[in-house]
């Protein structure tokens, strides 16, 4: 079989009614802008993916380090990973399909998720929203108002991949730990959080709890959270939640190929050059976080100054692809010896 310029091949089988979606890494170089064309059939203007691969030399020069960060990712997936994995639809139920602007966006929890979304629900709309703030955050989450790629076709999944821009924003693994703790289990209002997780956290890992604590589960310690994380039972038991799931394992960066890594770092440049490269840039702005208390490296450490080497380290095994994959160096608070 002839392998498709842009250095990938996608095999798609079908195993009686589950399909599967093999892909092979491989070096990966420019893709075809006629495959980028197919993916908006009837439209005259360039497409996201012709725009970064093939623009001029201005928006090239504004890539540079979204182009960095690919081949970086790049490289550590031939380091750390294998070359042939598989994946299935349900791999896929992360990533948001936008056929008008020939978008695919991997949301992950606590790395502004929500804005994206709501920018997706406007870019998707046909009108209907305008303003992304306009949007409610319970709203952006509800199920249905977004597509994902889990919902086509084999070949329509593997069309899109060839053709549309795809793009993830990841965070600091450990700062984003501390914001899906701080939020989901020191918020009273997220009942349902403490009650399917946060009564299991205090079952399992406090001696002698107390029985409001035994049924609300809402005063889970940071210290409790992290036992809970690395205790082999708890992913036998069931998947990692995706609030704390690892972005490798959400998003699949090493057998999706994404033209580009935002960080949450440089969220506000990053987020402007994909709405530039969609075209939309003039019309529509990403809306930026008004939050006072956000969780930084700072927050983190003081955080982790009540967890023991042991506990530690066994937490930075478990989120370690996500520090290798995404270029983010061990903090230096960490005391893993």
Same mark, same amino acid.
């Given at each position: 079989?002839?392998?498709?310029?842009?250095?990938?091949?996608?095999?798609?089988?079908?195993?009686?009614?589950?399909?599967?979606?093999?892909?092979?890494?491989?070096?990966?170089?420019?893709?075809?802008?006629?495959?980028?064309?197919?993916?908006?059939?009837?439209?005259?203007?360039?497409?996201?993916?012709?725009?970064?691969?093939?623009?001029?030399?201005?928006?090239?020069?504004?890539?540079?380090?979204?182009?960095?960060?690919?081949?970086?990712?790049?490289?550590?997936?031939?380091?750390?990973?294998?070359?042939?994995?598989?994946?299935?639809?349900?791999?896929?139920?992360?990533?948001?399909?936008?056929?008008?602007?020939?978008?695919?966006?991997?949301?992950?929890?606590?790395?502004?998720?929500?804005?994206?979304?709501?920018?997706?629900?406007?870019?998707?709309?046909?009108?209907?929203?305008?303003?992304?703030?306009?949007?409610?955050?319970?709203?952006?989450?509800?199920? *249905?108002? $977004?597509?994902?790629?889990?919902?086509? %076709?084999? #070949? =329509?999944?593997?069309?899109? &991949?060839?053709?549309?821009?795809?793009?993830?924003?990841?965070?600091?693994?450990?700062?984003?730990?501390?914001?899906?703790?701080?939020?989901?289990?020191?918020?009273?209002?997220?009942?349902?959080?403490?009650?399917?997780?946060?009564?299991?956290?205090?079952?399992?890992?406090?001696?002698?709890?107390?029985? *409001?604590? $035994?049924?609300?589960?809402?005063?889970? %310690?940071? #210290? =409790?959270?992290?036992?809970? &994380?690395?205790?082999?039972?708890?992913?036998?038991?069931?998947?990692?939640?995706?609030?704390?799931?690892?972005?490798?394992?959400?998003?699949?960066?090493?057998?999706?190929?994404?033209?580009?890594?935002?960080?949450?770092?440089?969220?506000?440049?990053?987020?402007?050059?994909?709405?530039?490269?969609?075209?939309?840039?003039?019309?529509?702005?990403?809306?930026? %976080?008004?939050?006072?208390?956000?969780?930084?490296?700072?927050?983190?450490?003081?955080?982790?100054?009540?967890?023991?080497?042991?506990?530690?380290?066994?937490?930075?095994?478990?989120?370690?692809?996500?520090?290798?994959?995404?270029?983010?160096?061990?903090?230096?608070?960490?005391?893993?010896?």
């Amino acid at each position: 079989m002839r392998m498709p310029r842009g250095g990938r091949l996608l095999l798609a089988t079908c195993l009686g009614s589950l399909f599967v979606l093999v892909l092979y890494f491989q070096s990966i170089t420019k893709p075809d802008p006629a495959v980028a064309t197919e993916s908006t059939p009837g439209k005259s203007r360039r497409s996201p993916l012709q725009t970064l691969y093939n623009g001029d030399q201005g928006e090239l020069a504004a890539q540079r380090s979204l182009q960095g960060r690919r081949e970086l990712l790049e490289q550590a997936c031939l380091s750390h990973t294998r070359k042939r994995q598989v994946l299935s639809p349900e791999d896929l139920k992360h990533l948001i399909v936008d056929d008008k602007h020939g978008l695919i966006y991997c949301y992950v929890p606590k790395v502004a998720c929500t804005n994206w979304k709501r920018v997706l629900m406007v870019l998707t709309s046909d009108g209907r929203y305008v303003n992304p703030l306009d949007i409610p955050a319970n709203e952006a989450h509800v199920a *249905g108002h $977004l597509r994902t790629l889990s919902e086509f %076709s084999v #070949p =329509e999944i593997n069309r899109r &991949l060839r053709g549309y821009l795809k793009f993830v924003f990841v965070r600091e693994p450990f700062e984003r730990l501390v914001s899906a703790y701080r939020n989901k289990f020191t918020r009273s209002y997220n009942t349902a959080f403490h009650k399917r997780y946060g009564t299991k956290i205090v079952r399992r890992n406090r001696a002698d709890p107390e029985p *409001g604590a $035994l049924e609300k589960g809402d005063d889970v %310690s940071f #210290p =409790e959270f992290v036992q809970y &994380l690395v205790d082999p039972r708890t992913q036998r038991e069931e998947p990692f939640n995706e609030h704390w799931e690892r972005v490798h394992s959400l998003c699949h960066p090493c057998m999706i190929h994404y033209d580009v890594v935002g960080k949450y770092e440089t969220l506000e440049p990053d987020a402007r050059a994909v709405l530039r490269l969609a075209g939309v840039e003039e019309a529509l702005r990403f809306p930026t %976080s008004g939050k006072s208390t956000r969780t930084d490296g700072d927050m983190a450490a003081r955080f982790f100054k009540h967890i023991s080497p042991f506990y530690q380290k066994k937490l930075f095994n478990l989120y370690r692809m996500d520090f290798l994959l995404f270029n983010y160096s061990t903090p230096e608070y960490l005391r893993t010896r």
